[in-house]
């Protein structure tokens, strides 16, 4: 089985080899380190969703590694604001706010193609608080913050523009840990959300033109 699996990507980086050959004029291109084409990204995005019936919304900031474009490893950080009020005591104005972060992992499928799926999951913790009163005189009280475990898994549609811009749009769902607010009756902050982003970086930076009189 090995000697088929080494025979076969054989065969695929020669072909690939020979075609960028036949294609280019004046340069011949070819992917370097065993044909493993890297990259790595600055991404921005942006939710929607509902907590406990509440609108709720969210920013998200991630840098990532991108193996051979099949695979993201990086770090990712998501700021979460839900005019959540007291769930169903309309005289109390009270906002949740938090953060959170950790390790994002992408595995995706359809790599070579303009139109990309993948899977993102979010393994981090953070901080979720409390805020009331007036959005002008907001009071923020020491009990009114709890540490919080997320795992958020999701499932994106990813669009290639160019080497260096994707477009990305998808839905994902936040499990958390259990909250204990002492006048607060909010044990998670589970839910589903939808958003889009960008990424901005190198996506094939392993690939390299020579030209052909150096050869």
Known sequence: MNQ???????????????????????????????????????????????????????????????ANQQFEVGLEAVGLYSDINRLGISDNDNDLVGAY?????EP??????????SFPLLIGGGAIGILEGDIDDYVVEDDSWEAVFVLEPGINLLFNINRYVQLEAGVKHRFSSRLSFDDFPLSRIDGFSAGI????????????RYKKSGL
């Open 4 to 66: 088929i699996k080494i025979t076969l990507a054989l065969f695929l980086l020669g072909f690939s080899f020979c075609v960028n050959a036949q294609e280019s004029g004046e340069y011949i291109e070819f992917n370097d380190r065993k044909n493993t084409v890297h990259g790595v990204y600055m991404g921005l995005a942006t939710y929607y969703g509902k907590m406990h019936k509440k609108d709720t919304y969210a920013a998200g900031f991630k840098v990532a590694y991108v």
């Open 101 to 105: 972060g950790g390790i994002h992992l």
């Open 108 to 117: 995706i499928l359809f790599s070579k193609s303009i139109l990309n799926l």
């Open 197 to 208: 982003g960008v990424k901005i970086g190198v996506f094939n930076m392993g690939r390299n």
